[in-house]
Nanobody, 127 residues
């Protein structure tokens, strides 16, 4: 059974930084796509960043240059370093994992292809 638990959310002022962690277990396949999604109040879920089993990282345009996604397979942890945070980055952040092929469109489709999700961690950025 796949299990994902996010942590690291909190409240920060604009321009600040946070690092989100997603501890995962139970994914037994060599191919994978792991991703971060977020959902702000009244908004649809959107893709933020993804990383696949080839090591390719992808980002939504709004976070390029500010966010970095990394994966520590030895520790079973997916990280999202978020710098220069803006109020529009606020929301509930979720990590998800699924098969490698979904990475190609994961950030454009809001994660509809993902079956395995964590419960989320909240990020609040004040101006």
């Amino acid at each position: 059974q796949v299990h994902l638990v996010e942590s690291g959310g909190g409240s920060v002022q604009a321009g600040g930084s946070l690092r989100l962690s997603c501890d995962y277990s139970g994914w037994i396949y060599s191919g994978y796509c792991m991703a971060w999604f977020r959902q702000g109040p009244g908004n649809e879920r959107e893709g933020v960043a993804s990383i696949d089993s080839d090591g390719r990282a992808r980002y939504v345009d709004s976070v390029k240059g500010r966010f970095t996604i990394t994966l520590d397979r030895a520790k079973g942890t997916l990280l999202l370093q978020m710098n220069i945070l803006k109020p529009e980055d606020s929301g509930m952040y979720f990590c998800a994992v699924d098969d490698y092929p979904v990475c190609d469109r994961a950030l454009r489709t809001g994660g509809v292809d993902f079956v395995h999700w964590g419960r989320g961690t909240r990020v609040t950025v004040s101006s």
